[in-house]
Antibody, heavy 117, light 110 residues
Framework: QVQLQESGPGLVKPSETLSLNCSVS?????????WGWIRQPPGKGLEWVGT???????YYKPSLRSRVTISVDTSENQFSLKLSSVTAADTAVYYC??????????WGRGTLVTVSS | EIVLTQSPGTLSLSPGERATLSCRAS???????LAWYQQKPGQAPRLLIY???SRATGIPDRFSGSGSGTDFTLTITRLEPEDFAVYYC???????????FGPGTKLDIK
């Protein structure tokens, strides 16, 4: 059973960098598949942030591209999200998920990140 | 960029009834690129349908997806109490557009 678990600070100050990790168990990232980050502002819908392949190729939402970095660490079987220069608009539950068959089949439970001073 | 519209915004039905949820794309979408998710409060989304009509692992057969081009439908026959949730459609726009989600349909107990 594939399991994903997000981790990272729940509170980030405006203008700083949001950093999250996603640990994967039950599946080796180095086997393949794409891995993504999706966020959901409180009470709102889902927004794709970006995706990474196990070889490090990345794909970012165009409107976030200048602030987003997604990386992968196959030795630790995890991937990470960094979002710089955050504002209150970046407050959201951040999910990591596996991208297979052009959809996200396994999701983490999500972690709420609040941007506030 | 392809925009997805879902209707209705809220659907109020009773257990045992049939639910029909619509997802409309602003441009034609390959059926392979359309998926549906269910999300309950405080939980992550759960993949129901991929490739417009293929059920994900473990999804009951009362859930079915159909459609092509710009119009897609998620049908839930014989609603169970656990089916009341928010449903999102998602399409893949290729790189660099990535995945796009619809705004969701909330399925309420009447």
């Amino acid at each position: 059973q594939v399991q994903l678990q997000e981790s990272g600070p729940g509170l980030v100050k405006p203008s700083e960098t949001l950093s999250l990790n996603c640990s994967v168990s039950g599946y080796s990232i180095s086997r393949g598949s794409y891995w993504g980050w999706i966020r959901q502002p409180p009470g709102k819908g889902l927004e794709w942030v970006g995706t990474i392949y196990h070889n490090g190729n990345t794909y970012y939402k165009p409107s976030l591209r200048s602030r987003v970095t997604i990386s992968v660490d196959t030795s630790e079987n995890q991937f990470s999200l960094k979002l710089s220069s955050v504002t209150a608009a970046d407050t959201a539950v951040y999910y990591c998920a596996r991208w297979v068959m052009l959809s996200y089949d396994y999701w983490g439970r999500g972690t709420l990140v609040t941007v506030s001073s | 960029e392809i925009v997805l519209t879902q209707s209705p915004g809220t659907l109020s039905l009773s257990p045992g009834e049939r639910a029909t949820l619509s997802c409309r794309a602003s441009q034609s979408v390959s059926s392979s690129y359309l998926a549906w998710y269910q999300q309950k409060p405080g939980q992550a989304p759960r993949l129901l349908i991929y490739g417009a009509s293929s059920r994900a692992t473990g999804i009951p057969d009362r859930f079915s997806g159909s459609g092509s081009g710009t119009d897609f439908t998620l049908t839930i026959t014989r609603l169970e109490p656990e089916d009341f949730a928010v449903y999102y459609c998602q399409q893949y726009g290729g790189s660099p557009q990535g995945a796009t989600f619809g705004p969701g349909t909330k399925l309420d107990i009447k």
